[in-house]
């Protein structure tokens, strides 16, 4: 198995394009991520189909902020199918009262990915949790 420069560029834009969801809180635009049937492991709960997947996005929405950094994205494509794994360092910020808290996670998804008319979307994705930190931080 191997991947073309085209495939290796359109499967990270996908990752990028997750990010951005997750970051803008653009559950709807989790529908051009995600196939319609797909498949969202999240830490052993297996959350599907994709309108599933954009109700559970929703959990976002106890952070003021996210940033999802995407990156080591390496896939092997064969056919119309690909998979692989892609690196994530997201931070959320909670704000109580006049704190703010920083939730830095290291995270890998594991993903299956289909090649569809719209392009690649994401099948399955196993979501797996490294690490994790907590601390107050200075906020505005």
Avoid at 54 to 66: A, D, G, H, P
Wanted: proline fraction near 1%.
């Amino acid at each position: 198995m191997s991947i073309s420069d085209s495939d290796h560029i359109a499967i990270q834009r996908l990752m990028y394009r997750y990010a951005r969801c997750a970051d803008h809180k653009d559950y709807e635009g989790f529908a051009a991520v995600f196939c319609e049937d797909a498949v969202f492991d999240f830490l052993g709960e297996r959350v599907t189909p994709c309108t599933a997947i954009q109700e559970m996005m929703r959990t976002l929405e106890k952070y003021t902020s996210t940033m999802h950094q995407v990156h080591n994205t390496l896939y092997e494509v064969e056919e119309d199918f690909a998979s692989g794994e892609t690196y994530c360092l997201a931070t959320h910020l909670l704000s109580a009262d006049s704190t703010v808290t920083k939730i830095d996670m290291g995270i890998v998804y594991r993903d299956q990915l289909r090649r569809t008319s719209n392009g690649w979307l994401i099948a399955y994705r196993e979501f797996n949790l490294l690490w994790s930190h907590t601390a107050v931080v200075d906020g505005s």
